[in-house]
């Protein structure tokens, strides 16, 4: 059991977690219970470098690679497979239990080793705005029912930033490094100013005797390339990478030495687009108005964002004080679309009480053929009960 949930009223921390169960389900949402114990492999792929290093994994008698769950939405995308094979059966899931993170010896009793859960998953549903909308605001009645009555929400659109990637006149491989490293600020400032300043194609440790070589229109002859590089170097393939693959790569380093660098004024719309933080209702308009400066057409993302929007309110989320922030994706890279966190003024934004968003691509990455949309938010109880009980850290 956690430091928080000990020093806690267990009893009374059970019985909140019981109340949200009830109300997810009344919702439609059936109730399991996954394992907690899962494989690595999956979670150190899909989660990101901030949680990947803080994920506690051990490797059993027989040499396989284990974790201890970090979340509870990985092993719910498994469990749906284990029913549904391919992934694009409707359903939806609740549940309430453990998670394990590693904190630093400094962590506060907000933060936890061992937490608690309570959370929904919804999979397979076509209209993705209403889903999204019907998520954010089953949260924020569960936690409007624990008592909870002061919080902020905080949103934003992975969605909106792929779509203006997309619009934007660079090569796909630059989309995405762009898009990969949209988590890593400092490293998606470095990346921007790489592709703007001409040495994209100048990355240290890398042949650039064997590059020059390489021609990116003729990638049948780079595997031959690199191959009797590799032998002249007296170097053996082994590791993880196919000759394929690092073919592949620099192939791209190839391009990128060639390549005209992106324009100045491409990489200044990138940046103010990111840069853009308003009341959630004012968003809309004024990425609008950065677009239309620079002739760019993302009008089908700005139409869905104005949907969920509506969707939200119409649900009865109060978003007067809802705040947009086009960086913010939380610290989870499986996110692909509309992201929120609900913030309570006695932890801060650090220690958000509940959040969520879509996952369209966590499915097919846990084995799904097809993209499976999805969409789902957990509750951080024990926070939610120490803000309750004004015993917030």
């Given at each position: 059991m956690s430091p928080a949930a000990t020093s806690a009223n267990v009893d009374t921390l059970e019985a909140?977690?019981?109340r949200l169960m009830d109300l997810f389900t009344r919702a439609g949402y059936e109730r399991i219970a996954p394992a907690v114990i899962q494989p690595a492999g999956l979670f150190l792929d899909v989660v990101g470098e901030a949680l990947r290093a803080r994920t506690y994994v051990f490797t059993d008698p027989d040499g396989a690679e284990l974790c201890l769950r970090p979340d509870l939405t990985v092993p719910t995308c498994r469990l749906h497979l284990e029913r549904h094979a391919r992934g694009d059966t409707p359903a939806r899931y609740c549940y309430s239990g453990s998670a394990f993170r590693y904190q630093p010896a400094s962590a506060d009793r907000a933060h936890p080793r061992e937490f608690r859960?309570?959370?929904?998953?919804s999979f397979a549903t076509q209209d993705r705005e209403q889903d999204d909308a019907a998520v954010c605001a089953l949260v924020v009645a569960a936690l409007r029912d624990a008592g909870l009555g002061r919080f902020g929400l905080r949103i934003g659109d992975l969605g909106l930033f792929n779509e203006l990637i997309n619009a934007l006149d660079m090569?796909?491989?630059?989309?995405?490094?762009?898009?990969?490293?949209?988590?890593?600020?400092?490293?998606?400032r470095a990346e921007l100013n790489r592709l703007t300043s001409g040495t994209a194609g100048t990355a240290p440790n890398l042949p650039r005797?064997?590059?020059?070589?390489?021609?990116?229109?003729?990638?049948?002859?780079?595997?031959?390339?690199?191959?009797?590089?590799l032998e002249q170097a007296g170097l053996e393939l082994v590791g993880t990478r196919t000759l394929a693959e690092i073919a592949e790569r620099l192939l791209g380093e190839a391009a990128d030495m060639r390549a005209t660098p992106l324009p100045r004024d491409t990489a200044a719309l990138i940046e103010n687009y990111v840069a853009v933080k308003s009341p959630a209702r004012e968003a809309a308009a004024r990425i609008a108005s950065i677009m239309r400066a620079c002739n760019?057409?993302?009008?089908?993302g700005l139409d869905a964002f104005q949907r969920r929007l509506d969707l939200i309110a119409k649900a009865g989320v109060d978003?007067?004080?809802?705040e947009f922030s086009a960086e913010f994706g939380r610290n989870l890279e499986y996110y692909t679309g509309f992201v929120f966190e609900v913030i309570a003024p006695a932890l801060g934004?650090?220690?958000?009480?509940?959040?969520?968003?879509?996952?369209?691509?966590?499915?097919a990455d846990a084995g799904a053929p097809v993209e499976v949309p999805a969409v789902g938010a957990s509750i951080h109880t024990e926070r939610l009960l120490a803000v309750l009980q004004g015993a917030a850290p």
């Open positions: 909140q977690a019981q859960q309570a959370g929904i998953e090569p796909e491989r630059w989309r995405r490094r762009l898009k990969h490293q949209f988590w890593r600020p400092d490293a998606f005797a064997l590059i020059e070589r390489l021609d990116p229109a003729d990638p049948a002859a780079a595997e031959a390339l690199v191959m009797e590089h760019v057409d993302i009008t089908a978003l007067a004080g809802a934004p650090k220690s958000p009480v509940a959040g969520g968003g879509r996952y369209d691509d966590l499915l």
